[in-house]
């Protein structure tokens, strides 16, 4: 797990990319908000997070039918769940609007553009 990337991944990378080619300003891995959003626009409190679809949850029923609901792994994507879920709690809280895109919402060329227009569409809501 240690080679896992936090920062930077090839989805982020992709989306970083295309946004900025649309003109869009952000700021890339905000550390003043809480869960340190991978997409941020401070003065509009508006968050993005990429979301991996293992590491966050969206292969969960794959992970459980494969290791058992009582494995470490599905413990482990659990509280990844639980932890994205307060992190966006605190944000609301704060007044920040989150949206959360899937991984490979992204990196599909098939679903890419529709990901991209929904963060364009979501870090422009307030201009």
Known sequence: MASIRAK???PELIAFAELKQRGIRFRRHYENAPGKPDLA?????????IDGDFWHGRELDRVIAKYGEDSSWVTKLRRNIARDAEQEEKL????WDVLRIWESDIKRVRTRQGAVDRMVEFLTSRD
């Open 8 to 10: 930077n991944t090839r």
């Open 92 to 95: 609301r809280a704060k007044g």
């Open 41 to 49: 626009r401070p003065s509009k409190k508006l968050a993005v997070f």
